[in-house]
């Protein structure tokens, strides 16, 4: 009897974790998709200038008309 009370215990317990587990999961994966939905209905941030680009324009500039310092003499 106390064999079979255990083994109905030990199920019980194990299927409150599966459905607890299977809750938080959701939540999860909702809270997901919920982040995903927003960001797509967000507008696009301008473009911000690339730093490798600007830097290849002023070497053509020369250093006197930036006003940067020179090694120049």
Not at 3 to 28: D, K, P, Q
Not at 60 to 69: I, L, M, N, S
């Amino acid at each position: 009897m106390i064999h079979r009370l255990r083994g109905l215990i030990g199920a019980v317990s194990f299927h409150r974790g599966l459905a607890l587990g299977a809750l938080v999961g959701s939540a999860i994966a909702g809270s997901t998709i919920w982040a995903r939905i927003r960001e797509g209905r967000r507008p696009a941030a301008p473009d911000e200038p690339d730093p490798d680009q600007a830097g290849t324009a002023l070497r053509d500039v020369p250093p006197e008309a930036t006003g940067r310092a020179t090694n120049r003499d």
